[in-house]
Nanobody, 118 residues
Framework: QVQLQESGGGLVQAGGSLRLSCETS????????INWFRQTPEKGREFVGR????????EYADTVKGRFTISRDNAKNTAYLQMNNLRPEDTAVYYC???????????WGQGTQVTVSS
């Protein structure tokens, strides 16, 4: 059974940092893209970024580029989303999703809330 579990969310002031983790089990982690999304009632689901299993290349949405960094530790079956210089508009529930193909989200985590106060 494949499971993805996000952690590390919380309340932070604008300008602060958080690191989210996406711990996985039940899949060959090193062969999967790991994607990060966020969701709010107002904006719906928004792509944040992804890390490839091929040379760990990354992609980011323009809204987070330069502030967020995605990494992975294949030995721990875990991916990370380092979020710096957070803004109130980054407030959302953050989800990780895994897929064997670049734009294919096969498995999702339950999400973790990030709240950025102004």
């Amino acid at each position: 059974q494949v499971q993805l579990q996000e952690s590390g969310g919380g309340l932070v002031q604008a300008g602060g940092s958080l690191r989210l983790s996406c711990e996985t089990s039940g899949l060959t982690f090193s062969a999967y893209y790991i994607n990060w999304f966020r969701q709010t009632p107002e904006k719906g689901r928004e792509f944040v970024g992804r890390i490839s299993w091929i040379s760990d290349s990354t992609e980011y949405a323009d809204t987070v580029k330069g502030r967020f960094t995605i990494s992975r530790d294949n030995a721990k079956n875990t991916a990370y989303l380092q979020m710096n210089n957070l803004r109130p508009e980054d407030t959302a529930v953050y989800y990780c999703a895994a897929g064997a193909a670049r734009a294919n989200m096969e498995y999702w985590g339950q999400g973790t809330q990030v709240t950025v106060s102004s």
